[in-house]
């Protein structure tokens, strides 16, 4: 089962270790304000690596606009499952 946290937003996000001392942050960002909004969803999965599981970004974020309905824990949980199965990733 992955863990699901949320941030200090309350934004849900997955901290996994992608490869021996090498870690990623997932998360979904809901945004408001229509000028940050670039693609018009209000919902964006954000992806960036790590230091260490509860480290800070070690890099810049990329985001991937949302058109779905699915929840933004099932985006999460697949988004991860995908990625960690095409790269070979075992995850716990």
């Excluded at 200090?8 to 998360?27: D, L, M, N, V, Y």
């Excluded at 964006?44 to 309905?69: H, Q, S």
Aim: charged fraction near 25%.
């Amino acid at each position: 089962m992955i863990n699901i946290q949320h941030d200090t937003k309350g934004q849900p996000f997955i901290e996994w270790e992608q490869a021996p001392s090498g870690f990623k942050r997932a998360w979904i960002q809901h945004k408001s304000e229509a000028e940050k909004d670039w693609a018009d969803t209000g919902r964006y999965l954000n992806v960036v690596r790590i230091e260490r599981l509860g480290g800070g970004p070690a890099g810049n974020p990329t985001d991937f606009p949302i058109f779905t309905t699915l929840s933004d824990e099932q985006i999460l949980e697949a988004f991860v499952a995908a990625v960690s199965a095409i790269t070979g990733c075992r995850l716990p």
